[in-house]
């Protein structure tokens, strides 16, 4: 069975990674677990700008739980961030890349305690880090916890995780609580209690709005959540559906979706050789007009994506020598695009015509129909940059993307072209039909597109440029 395979024999057999990734029969990841809508998606994004909302997030990410005596010194020995002055209730956006300096994933670290500490996200970077913790030698003990649609048993999980976010959320924590809502920096944690309940609370910030994240046994979810709801009532909290949660990432500017560098390089061969085709990584797939000629042209720099900051050499990890070498070389500028509003309605008009290919359809919020996508973004016909996320967000009433950019073209206001559509009339991806390309125009605009969020959150990925 394929399954038996390692992900090393299935890109052997396929010969060209790129077209496996472009023609897997996966689309987007979805969000289970919560309905689509509780309203509608235009007023729920409208509530985390103007009221409060309450996201459930206990559903769609995997969590891996990395304690021992040596937890410390092995995640550290992983990622690109510094653990200098990093302590318990702490959290950070925490970075591995490859042998090579590229982004193998990115998690949110959790440092719960004493040797304990918690990663959630995606599944590339736990892999990544099982890998290790299997190979090498440390004192660690690892628990996963599969998210919700790759489960057996769906309706179980070892912790529930809420949002609380919007400008009233710290007056629906105060009522939830029947205390002020704490003052904590960005990514500190702190106990709270809520229905009865002890909550582990994170402070954090998520759609362009300041918050807190939530989290606890998953025995206590239903009281923890009834009194969330209760106390939302009285300051307009709205609940927020998986159509709608997409697309908050578009004002944030978190690009929520670098493929792992994990498909070619020699160093990378034992790791490829130890993922079967049940995991994340063979089942990947890639959408968009950007089609290069290696797999390698998807690869991602921590500049690219907003964590140059991240980048610390006061510790040895894997691909630090990379890295160090990268950092003096010309950078990608992460940055909002923000779509010409008569381009895209030329592109949406084509639905309209009987004959011949029309435009890819393009959905709101998010129009997203693969697992990783990717666009080309031109000036005068030549490739200037990436796009790696596109959807509509009501707050602003304007279609958005986040891409990266070569940093001549990263000034606000620089005009450049979106190409939005498949080559050759698409690819054999059930989420995408027949279609013909087209030409979007496009402003650059800054990262974050929501003005609270570059002018609230603290100094982070959000706000720091590559210098």
Known sequence: MANQQSLEQILDQAGDTVELLRNQQVGPNVYPGVPAEFSNWRVEQRAWNDSCVLFNQSYHMAELMVEGPDAFEFLNGIGINSFKNFVPDRAKQFVPVSHDGFVIGDVILFYLAENKFNLVGRAPTLNWITFHAETGDH?????????TAARPDPENRRHYRYQVQGPNSAKVIEDVTGKPAPELKFFHMCWMEIGGKKVHALRHGMAGQPGFELMGPWEEREAVHSALVEAGKAHDMRLVGGRTYSSNTLESGWIPSPLPAIYTGEAMKPYREWLTGKDYEANASIGGSYVPDSVEGYYL?????????FVKFDHDF?????????????????VTLALDNASVTDAIYTQ?????????????????????????????????GLSTWIGYTANEGK?????????KYAEPGTEVDFIWGEPDGGTSKPTVEPHRQVTIKAIV????YSEVARTA???????????
């Open 399 to 407: 279609m958005l993307t986040l891409a990266m950019v070569d940093e």
């Open 457 to 467: 959150y603290a100094e982070s990925w959000r706000t720091k440029t590559a210098k």
């Open 352 to 384: 309209f015509e009987k004959e011949g290919l029309r435009a890819k359809f393009m959905d709101f919020p998010s129009a997203v129909y693969a697992m990783h996508p990717f666009d080309r973004v031109e000036v005068d016909g030549e490739l200037i």
């Open 318 to 334: 894997i691909g630090r020598a990379a890295l160090e070498k990268m950092a003096e070389q010309p950078k990608r500028k992460k």
């Open 139 to 147: 004192d660690v003990k690892l628990t996963y916890d599969e998210r």
């Open 301 to 309: 720099s921590p500049w690219d994506l907003g964590y140059g900051f």
């Open 445 to 448: 605009a800054p990262t974050p």
